[in-house]
Every structure is written in structure tokens, then in C-alpha cells.
């Protein structure tokens, strides 16, 4: 089966710019989640997507906003890009089943915003 | 909100030793995972472990959910072990969403 992957790995931004970021899902599952990684600190919940609509946010504003496709793929975009938008951005994707819901992760894109 | 404290925050080991890295959680969880991130970036999944003891090779992990802290353990520890460990646990209020502990920096020395 294949894992988890995301694209691109690495990209540099200004601020005030635009990003989307891609992730597409291990086969099988149907539930993604984002998560933002800043240096040196653990992930922290974006959000996550079950069935192309959103059922779970964290502290994020509006600006950080995704979507979710049939395919169970999944993008991540940011507007208005900030300097403490700099982080490794990581996407997991599982199974929602009861007593199944093992996160497998992507190796993430690392997005730098001068 | 549910806070995640791993201790000890930094680790260093040489080749062959043994560790025990603690993962303690302020409320009862439904779900708990211990992930290795490596020097890419990469969270692997190493257990999912919401309750009781699994073993997989040279790592273990035990979860005293009563008592609300994991623990992982590395035998003979290898150069490769090293990178950030973390502890995440899912709320039961279904939110969905899983919270980070601090991690553990391993390096261990050949």
C-alpha cells in the first residue's frame, strides 16, 4: 500500500503571499488532518477533513483553509502569508473506524516565508 | 485543554545503552501514539498504544492510562535511534484532533 506523501518539500514565499500545499492520502484512508510544525516545538492541530468536509479545527485563523477531494486527497492553503507562517507543515491521514484511528504522516512541506 | 509533558527533554546516549522516555497527560485520553521524527522531518508511527504494553524489536511502550503517562522504552540503542520522540494523544470529546507533547532530542553516539 502506498503511504502518505505531500508536495512540495520544500518552498520559500513572501509575506503576503499565497501557498497550497498537496497531500495525498495512504490508500484506504478517508480522513486527513494538518498539522503545523515550527522549529523546535511539537505539531499543532490545523484541521482535519472526513469526507471532503471539514469536522475538527484548531487554533488557526480563517486564512490557513483546505479542502478535500473524492479521491480522499487533501490540500492545505494559506493566505496573507505571515513570517511566523514558516514551518515544516505536516499532513496524516487515517482510517476513521472505531479502534482504527493510527495517524500515519507524510514527510511534510517546510514552507520559509521572507 | 489537555497538556502533554515529555520528560526527559534531552537524551544523550552511547551505542548499546538503554533509555526509558516518559510521556505524562493532564486528562484521559482515547487514543495515544509514540512517533520518532528523524532529521528529515518524518514522523514515524512506532505504536499506538492507548493502553497496556507492546513490543516491537528493541522498542517497547507501556501505557498506564488510570495513572495518565506512557512510557517508551529503547534497548541497545543504535546510532540510527537518534532524532525527536514524541507522545500524542487524542481528547475523548471528539475533536478529532491529536496534541503534541515536547519530545524527547535523542542522540545516541557511536
Known amino acids: 500500500e502506498t503511504g502518505v506523501t505531500q508536495s512540495p518539500t520544500h518552498l520559500i514565499k513572501t509575506r503576503g503571499q499565497q501557498v497550497t500545499l498537496r497531500c495525498s492520502s495512504q490508500s484506504g484512508h478517508n480522513t486527513v488532518s494538518w498539522y503545523q510544525q515550527a522549529l523546535g516545538q511539537g505539531p499543532q492541530f490545523i484541521f482535519q477533513y472526513y469526507r471532503e468536509e471539514e469536522n475538527g479545527r484548531g487554533n488557526f485563523p480563517p486564512r490557513f483553509s483546505g479542502l478535500q477531494f473524492p479521491n480522499y486527497s487533501s490540500e492545505l492553503n494559506v493566505n496573507a502569508l505571515e513570517l511566523d507562517d514558516s514551518a515544516l507543515y505536516l499532513c496524516?491521514?487515517?482510517?476513521?473506524?472505531?479502534?482504527?484511528?493510527?495517524?500515519?504522516f507524510g514527510a511534510g512541506s517546510r514552507l520559509t516565508v521572507l | 485543554g489537555i497538556q502533554v509533558e515529555q520528560s526527559p527533554p534531552d537524551l544523550i546516549l552511547q551505542e548499546g545503552a538503554n533509555s526509558t522516555l516518559r510521556c505524562n497527560f493532564s486528562d484521559s485520553v482515547n487514543n495515544l501514539q509514540w512517533f520518532h521524527q528523524n532529521p528529515w522531518g518524518q514522523l514515524i508511527n512506532l505504536f499506538y498504544i492507548p493502553s497496556g504494553t507492546k513490543q516491537n524489536g528493541r522498542l517497547s511502550a507501556t501505557t498506564v492510562a488510570t495513572e495518565r503517562y506512557s512510557l517508551l522504552y529503547i534497548s541497545s540503542s543504535q546510532t540510527t535511534d537518534s532524532g525527536v520522540y514524541f507522545c500524542a494523544v487524542e481528547p475523548p470529546s471528539g475533536t478529532y484532533k491529536y496534541i503534541f507533547g515536547t519530545g524527547t532530542r535523542l542522540k545516541v553516539l557511536a
Open positions: 496524516a491521514s487515517r482510517l476513521d473506524r472505531r479502534g482504527a484511528n493510527v495517524l500515519t
